[in-house]
T-cell receptor, first 110, second 115 residues
Framework: LAKTTQPISMDSYEGQEVNITCSHNNIATNDYITWYQQFPSQGPRFIIQGYKTKVTNEVASLFIPADRKSSTLSLPRVSLSDTAVYYCLPLNTGFQKLVFGTGTRLLVSP | SAVISQKPSRDICQRGTSLTIQCQVDSQVTMMFWYRQQPGQSLTLIATANQGSEATYESGFVIDKFPISRPNLTFSTLTVSNMSPEDSSIYLC????????????FGPGTRLTVT
């Protein structure tokens, strides 16, 4: 079973940029890369998706190198409310191989 | 987007009993998924429940233990049967976005404790 790995935890301060990486060595040609945010006692919330290069929306950017074996979620100017667990999930349009990454616990301090 | 509710939000059950978790969506969706998330861990897919077909189970999960119903496009149930303490976990349902999207929308989860 393909393993999608992430750093266990990261610490940051308010106002800093945070970059969370995900390794997905076995990504398939048709797979997109999605990222989710999860707060305690809640279900994950979709943040962003991408296929290659760079994607930006109102909350984050997603960087994907040419080989697509990894991806980096970038959160600009984090605030205390960004403290959460972040998961990556490569998947295709058929929603097959739903194997979430190991998750990164981000702690933002004042 | 889709709004998803789950019932119950939490329950404490005795070993050997069964619990049925309900998942209700505010719109019609084809693809629905059931996950398990143990405390402090990532999500593990239990099964895919598409309306009009039998649920498809992932390795390590079997229909006798986790029977799923999908009677229509807005509702599904997951039953955890013959429970043991190892079944203590959070169970989440999600739906896949339509129109070629890749995002999933999740319910708030059901926290199950088996004593």
């Amino acid at each position: 079973l393909a393993k999608t790995t992430q750093p266990i935890s990261m610490d940051s301060y308010e106002g800093q940029e945070v970059n969370i990486t995900c390794s997905h060595n076995n990504i398939a040609t048709n797979d997109y890369i999605t990222w989710y945010q999860q707060f305690p006692s809640q279900g994950p919330r979709f943040i962003i998706q991408g296929y290659k290069t760079k994607v930006t929306n109102e909350v984050a950017s997603l960087f994907i190198p040419a080989d697509r074996k990894s991806s980096t979620l970038s959160l600009p100017r984090v605030s205390l409310s960004d403290t959460a667990v972040y998961y990556c999930l490569p998947l295709n349009t058929g929603f097959q191989k739903l194997v979430f990454g190991t998750g990164t616990r981000l702690l933002v301090s004042p | 987007s889709a709004v998803i509710s789950q019932k119950p939000s939490r329950d404490i059950c005795q070993r050997g009993t069964s619990l049925t978790i309900q998942c209700q969506v505010d719109s019609q969706v084809t693809m629905m998924f059931w996950y398990r998330q143990q405390p402090g861990q990532s999500l593990t897919l239990i099964a895919t429940a598409n309306q009009g077909s039998e649920a498809t189970y992932e390795s390590g999960f079997v229909i006798d233990k986790f029977p799923i119903s999908r009677p229509n496009l807005t509702f599904s149930t997951l039953t955890v049967s013959n429970m043991s303490p190892e079944d203590s976990s959070i169970y989440l349902c999600s739906v896949g976005a339509g129109a070629g999207g890749y995002e999933q929308y999740f319910g708030p989860g059901t926290r199950l404790t088996v004593t």
